[in-house]
């Protein structure tokens, strides 16, 4: 049973004009694709080591030596990204009530939430992504990661994430990464990520 490209949770045009269908297509159909069949090809070096990425993830040193850096770009990336795709919505969504006390309590409001956010993806030098994740001692924090690096190697739980490799958002904004980090906060999904802050803590 090998890892499969997961369909798009709405149409490729639904997040315009915040995201365009262009580069949905692209990064969808081709990149993400890229990612499962390169997983895919590491894991059928190892087929006794199984196809649960989280869980070799989470413990890199497990992961055969021949295909550990494979399966971490390509493995992180898939996993990645098939949360990606969750955590925009064309609908208008808001972080439940018990989140944003979190948030609250952690960053002091939404807006120094969105700020410490904002900073973390546009200071990412090259590729990478930013997050908001329920860390070792069940707090929230925005951290980011190099590269398809998961933060579910790191033991923390993502409940957001923001791809700023210029693929997510070249065709569309160029080199103004700023514009696009701004975007992605109008096609968040946020009944997605109460729903992994509930299941994280």
Do not use: C
Not at 8 to 37: C, F, G, R, S, W
Request: hydrophobic share 45%; net charge negative.
């Amino acid at each position: 049973m090998a890892i499969i490209l997961p369909e798009l949770p709405y149409a490729y045009d639904a997040l315009e004009p915040y995201i365009d269908a262009e580069t949905m297509h692209l990064h969808h159909d081709k990149h993400h694709q890229t990612y499962v069949n390169n997983a895919n090809a590491a894991l059928e070096k190892h087929l006794e080591i199984g196809e649960d990425l989280e869980a070799l993830l989470a413990d890199v040193e497990s992961i055969p030596a021949d295909i550990r850096q494979a399966l971490i770009n390509n493995g992180g990336g898939h996993l990645n990204h098939a949360l990606f795709w969750e955590l925009m919505t064309p609908e208008k969504t808001a972080p439940s009530a018990e989140l944003a006390a979190a948030i609250d309590a952690t960053f002091g409001s939404f807006e120094e939430f969105q700020a410490a956010f904002t900073a973390a993806a546009t200071t990412r030098f090259g590729s990478g992504w930013a997050w908001l994740v329920v860390n070792k001692e069940g707090k929230l924090e925005v951290t980011s990661t190099a590269n398809q690096d998961t933060p579910i190697s790191e033991g923390k739980k993502p409940i957001l994430g923001l791809d700023v490799w210029e693929h997510a958002y070249y065709v569309k904004y160029r080199n103004v990464r700023p514009d696009y980090i701004k975007a992605f906060f109008s096609v968040i999904n946020w009944n997605k990520v109460d729903e992994l802050y509930a299941a994280a803590k």
